[in-house]
T-cell receptor
Framework: AQSVTQLDSHVSVSEGTPVLLRCNYSSSYSPSLFWYVQHPNKGLQLLLK??????LVKGINGFEAEFKKSETSFHLTKPSAHMSDAAEYFCVVSSSGSARQLTFGSGTQLTVLP | DGGITQSPKYLFRKEGQNVTLSCEQNLNHDAMYWYRQDPGQGLRLIYYSQIVNDFQKGDIAEGYSVSREKKESFPLTVTSAQKNPTAFYLCASSLRGASGVSGANVLTFGAGSRLTVL
């Protein structure tokens, strides 16, 4: 069994300040973890993925996430928010190599204030 | 450019009508998926297909039907039996969903179709 919890449904930051989007997971096996971003009325785009290599994963647009097994967390961070980062972010867990087994979090809406 | 095309982008339907959403990909991916997205919820899997002429029910298949006659195409029909069809529908594809295949759990998404039942 696997599950994923995004701890904040909404996060607001000012432009130029750090971003932290929190994600905790539960998995019976060594998981793969992903962050996807969705802009309004668009499909999801892969930001980054963790697949048991380096625990600090760098993604596109300056985002990165750290896999912490002891805390069962995979938080998404960015040092400096940009207006274009405003979107919804989804944390996703997979306990197998198949996309059939993906479990999506409920999403975090990021607002970036000028 | 390779990608997934969904059409129509917006669709309105009267109660009791069936409607079909189109999904076409030119990524040469074997596996294709349909998800439903409702506000404040994660994506929920409706149907998926790993090869042509074969498809499997996902977590919320009731009231939906699919076909996979071509590798590139995976249309979704929302039938009148679906009790609450108003939602945003997302099509996705991946390498064949077999465990151990590198990248098989990475999805590429289309831009979505928003269905509203009047």
């Amino acid at each position: 069994a696997q599950s994923v919890t995004q701890l904040d449904s909404h996060v607001s930051v000012s432009e130029g300040t750090p971003v932290l989007l929190r994600c905790n997971y539960s998995s019976s096996y060594s998981p793969s973890l992903f962050w996807y971003v969705q802009h309004p009325n668009k499909g999801l785009q892969l930001l980054l993925k963790y697949t048991s290599a380096a625990t600090l994963v760098k993604g596109i647009n300056g985002f990165e996430a750290e896999f912490k097994k002891s805390e069962t967390s995979f938080h998404l961070t960015k040092p400096s928010a940009h207006m274009s980062d405003a979107a919804e972010y989804f944390c996703v867990v997979s306990s197998s190599g198949s996309a059939r087994q993906l479990t999506f979090g409920s999403g975090t809406q990021l607002t970036v204030l000028p | 450019d390779g990608g997934i095309t969904q059409s129509p982008k917006y669709l309105f339907r009267k109660e009791g009508q069936n409607v079909t959403l189109s999904c076409e990909q030119n990524l040469n991916h074997d596996a294709m998926y349909w998800y439903r997205q409702d506000p404040g919820q994660g994506l929920r899997l409706i149907y998926y297909s790993q090869i042509v002429n074969d498809f499997q029910k996902g977590d919320i298949a009731e009231g939906y039907s699919v076909s996979r006659e071509k590798k590139e195409s995976f249309p979704l029909t929302v039938t009148s039996a679906q009790k609450n069809p108003t939602a945003f529908y997302l099509c996705a594809s991946s390498l064949r969903g077999a465990s151990g295949v590198s990248g098989a759990n990475v999805l590429t998404f289309g831009a979505g179709s928003r269905l509203t039942v009047l």
